[in-house]
């Protein structure tokens, strides 16, 4: 089992900055893609950035220039700085991660969720 667990969020104002990480545990050879999502009140959860386990990131063209996602594979964490943050910014966000696991299966993963919030 893999257990994945999110800090940092909070209330900014806008035009703000906040820091997310989120830290895979549990039975794990690799992890391959990492990723944050989020989802607002009242919307369907939508991919925000993701990044590969060599380096390659994406991003949703909503963030692009504002988020950067990056990971520390020793530690097995995935990392997303956030600024010029704006009040649509606020949302649940959540860290997903495809682990491969010690039975050697690749399972999707995601942890409960960090609030960010964006004060105008």
């Known amino acids: 089992q893999v257990q994945l667990v999110e800090s940092g969020g909070g209330l900014v104002q806008d035009g703000g900055s906040l820091s997310l990480s989120c830290t895979a545990s549990?039975?794990?050879?690799?992890?391959?893609?990492m990723a944050w999502h989020r989802q607002a009140p009242g919307k369907q959860r939508e991919l925000v950035a993701t990044?590969?386990?060599?380096?390659?990131?994406n991003y949703a063209d909503s963030v692009k220039g504002r988020f950067a996602i990056s990971r520390d594979n020793v530690k097995n964490t995935v990392f997303m700085q956030m600024d010029s943050l704006r009040p649509e910014d606020t949302a649940v966000y959540y860290c997903?991660?495809?682990?491969?696991?010690?039975?050697?299966?690749?399972?999707?993963?995601w942890g409960l969720g960090t609030q960010v919030t964006v004060s105008s």
């Open positions: 549990g039975s794990i050879v690799s992890i391959n893609t």
């Open positions: 997903y991660a495809v682990v491969r696991g010690q039975d050697q299966r690749v399972r999707a993963y």
């Open positions: 990044i590969s386990s060599g380096g390659t990131t």
